[in-house]
C-alpha cells in the first residue's frame, strides 16, 4: 500500500537547514508531519527522501554543520508601545498637513505607523504577519527626510541578522486588489492614499526587489512603479516574474515633469503643489 504522507507548514522556521547539510531558508526541505525539527521528510532541493522508516534517515552527527543565523523578530509589544496614535512623528505631521487627519489616521492603521523620538517607524510585517524589522526614519514638516535610516534592532541593541518583507507586506491577504510595489515606504503610504485601488507595498530599495520576496508575490496580480531612472533595474525582475511594470515615472522625467531619482508620489505632490499656486 501507498504511504501518504503530510507535511508540516512553515517549514524554513521549523527547520533550518537540510539534511543534506543546506540552508532551508528557501523552505526546499519539507518535514514530515509529526517530525518538526527532525530530519525526517523530503529535500526538493537534493530530491532526496529521509523518511523515518528507512536508513535514509542519518543521524545529525553526520551533517555538514553549519551557522544558522538568529533573525531579527521585532518584539509585538514594541508595535503597540509606539503605535502613532497621536500623529507625532514629523512625518505623520506632513501627511495631515497634505491629505488631511482622517487619511493619515487610515494609513497609521493600515501600515501601523509607529514613532520613536520623534522619527516614525516603519514596521515590516510578513503576510503570516510576523514583526521581520522596524526601520526608524526622521522626516520634517514638509516631508523631507533628515539624516539616514535607524534600524529598530540596533536601537534595542539586538544581536540578530535582518531578514527583510516587503513593507505592507502584512496588507496582501487582506484584500483583493492588485499589489503595486514601490521603492520607498514613505511612497507605500502616500500612494495608499492618493490611488487606493492598489496594495501599496515598498521594497525599502532600489536593490529589495529580491527574488525570495518576489516568489511570495508571484501568484498575484503585480505592478511595479520604479523610481524614475530605475525602470531598466527593474525590468528583468518584471519579466522573470510575469509582473507588469510601469513607465510613468520615466515619462514623466523625460517631460521634465520630475526628476531622475524621484518616484510616482513625487509626481503627484508636485501636481499638489503646482495647483496650489
Same mark, same amino acid.
Given at each position: 500500500?501507498?504511504? #501518504?504522507r503530510?507535511?508540516e507548514t512553515?517549514?524554513?522556521?521549523? &527547520?533550518?537547514?537540510?539534511p543534506c547539510g543546506?540552508? &532551508?531558508? !528557501?523552505?526546499?526541505?519539507?518535514p /514530515?508531519?509529526?517530525?518538526?525539527?527532525?530530519?525526517?521528510? @523530503?529535500? @526538493?532541493?537534493?530530491?532526496? =527522501?529521509?523518511?523515518? /522508516?528507512?536508513?535514509?534517515?542519518?543521524?545529525?552527527?553526520?551533517?555538514?554543520?553549519?551557522?544558522?543565523p538568529v533573525?531579527?523578530?521585532?518584539?509585538e509589544?514594541?508595535?503597540?508601545? @509606539?503605535?502613532?496614535?497621536?500623529?507625532?512623528s514629523?512625518?505623520?505631521?506632513?501627511?495631515?498637513?497634505?491629505?488631511?487627519?482622517d487619511?493619515?489616521i487610515?494609513? $497609521?492603521?493600515?501600515y501601523?505607523?509607529g514613532?520613536? /523620538?520623534?522619527?516614525?517607524i516603519?514596521w515590516?510585517?510578513?503576510?503570516?504577519?510576523?514583526?521581520r524589522a522596524? %526601520?526608524?526614519?526622521?522626516?520634517d514638516?514638509?516631508g523631507k527626510?533628515?539624516?539616514v535610516?535607524?534600524?529598530w534592532?540596533k536601537?534595542k541593541d539586538?544581536n540578530?541578522?535582518?531578514?527583510q518583507?516587503?513593507?505592507g507586506?502584512?496588507?496582501?491577504d487582506?484584500?483583493?486588489?492588485? #499589489?503595486?510595489?514601490v521603492?520607498g /515606504?514613505?511612497?507605500a503610504?502616500?500612494?495608499?492614499?492618493?490611488?487606493?485601488?492598489f496594495?501599496? $507595498?515598498?521594497t525599502?530599495?532600489?536593490?529589495?526587489l529580491?527574488?525570495?520576496?518576489?516568489?511570495?508575490?508571484?501568484e498575484?496580480e503585480?505592478?511595479?512603479f520604479?523610481d524614475?531612472g530605475?525602470?531598466?533595474?527593474?525590468?528583468?525582475?518584471a519579466? %522573470?516574474f510575469?509582473?507588469? $511594470?510601469?513607465?510613468?515615472?520615466e $515619462?514623466?522625467?523625460?517631460n521634465?515633469q520630475i526628476? =531622475?531619482? !524621484?518616484?510616482?508620489a513625487d509626481?503627484?505632490? %508636485? #501636481?499638489?503643489? =503646482?495647483?496650489?499656486?
Amino acid at each position: 500500500m501507498k504511504t #501518504i504522507r503530510k507535511f508540516e507548514t512553515k517549514r524554513q522556521k521549523l &527547520n533550518p537547514t537540510c539534511p543534506c547539510g543546506k540552508s &532551508n531558508k !528557501d523552505g526546499k526541505f519539507s518535514p /514530515e508531519k509529526g517530525f518538526a525539527g527532525m530530519n525526517v521528510g @523530503h529535500c @526538493h532541493s537534493c530530491s532526496k =527522501d529521509f523518511w523515518n /522508516e528507512t536508513q535514509s534517515v542519518n543521524e545529525p552527527n553526520m551533517f555538514k554543520k553549519i551557522e544558522v543565523p538568529v533573525f531579527c523578530t521585532p518584539d509585538e509589544q514594541d508595535l503597540i508601545d @509606539h503605535f502613532d496614535s497621536n500623529l507625532g512623528s514629523g512625518f505623520t505631521k506632513f501627511l495631515t498637513e497634505k491629505f488631511g487627519e482622517d487619511n493619515t489616521i487610515e494609513a $497609521i492603521r493600515s501600515y501601523y505607523l509607529g514613532v520613536f /523620538e520623534g522619527d516614525v517607524i516603519f514596521w515590516q510585517m510578513d503576510r503570516d504577519k510576523y514583526l521581520r524589522a522596524g %526601520k526608524v526614519m526622521r522626516y520634517d514638516r514638509d516631508g523631507k527626510r533628515k539624516g539616514v535610516p535607524r534600524w529598530w534592532h540596533k536601537i534595542k541593541d539586538d544581536n540578530c541578522q535582518l531578514n527583510q518583507y516587503f513593507f505592507g507586506g502584512h496588507l496582501i491577504d487582506d484584500s483583493d486588489k492588485p #499589489i503595486a510595489v514601490v521603492e520607498g /515606504e514613505k511612497t507605500a503610504v502616500i500612494m495608499s492614499i492618493v490611488n487606493p485601488s492598489f496594495i501599496w $507595498i515598498a521594497t525599502g530599495g532600489v536593490g529589495g526587489l529580491q527574488d525570495n520576496k518576489c516568489n511570495t508575490i508571484s501568484e498575484f496580480e503585480v505592478v511595479l512603479f520604479p523610481d524614475a531612472g530605475c525602470f531598466d533595474k527593474w525590468k528583468e525582475t518584471a519579466d %522573470k516574474f510575469s509582473f507588469e $511594470i510601469s513607465r510613468e515615472c520615466e $515619462i514623466w522625467m523625460a517631460n521634465g515633469q520630475i526628476r =531622475d531619482g !524621484d518616484d510616482i508620489a513625487d509626481y503627484f505632490l %508636485k #501636481i499638489g503643489r =503646482d495647483c496650489e499656486r
